[in-house]
């Protein structure tokens, strides 16, 4: 897996850290952070097969924070509610 820049992106993460992948990302002004993924044909193979996935968090011994996975684009869920808020009159 390796992380992909996407439209919606503002920033990227670790951009100059050496130690680690950059990762382009949206970052919302409540703090969210949402990140996209693309999974080489052997991974989703492997998911596929397994159902499984597995993911590390680095915390540095502080408090895990919250996090959300999902095979859904975030910013779509946005904009389909903005439609359908538009087409109610809202």
């Known amino acids: 897996m390796k992380p992909i820049k996407f439209k919606e992106m503002n920033c990227t ?3 100059n850290q050496s130690e680690y992948l950059p990762l382009p990302a949206y970052k919302d002004f ?3 952070v949402i990140s ?3 999974l080489s ?3 989703k193979m492997r998911i596929l097969l397994t159902g499984k996935l597995w993911i590390t968090v680095l915390t540095f011994n502080k408090s895990l924070q ?3 996975t999902s095979i859904d684009c975030p910013f779509a869920k946005t904009l389909l509610k903005k439609l359908k808020e538009k087409c109610q009159g809202r």
Request: hydrophobic share 25%; glycine share 6%; proline share 7%.
């Open 41 to 43: 044909l052997y991974e």
């Open 13 to 15: 993460y670790a951009e």
């Open 66 to 68: 919250p996090i959300c």
């Open 36 to 38: 996209c993924w693309s």
């Open 30 to 32: 409540n703090g969210e």
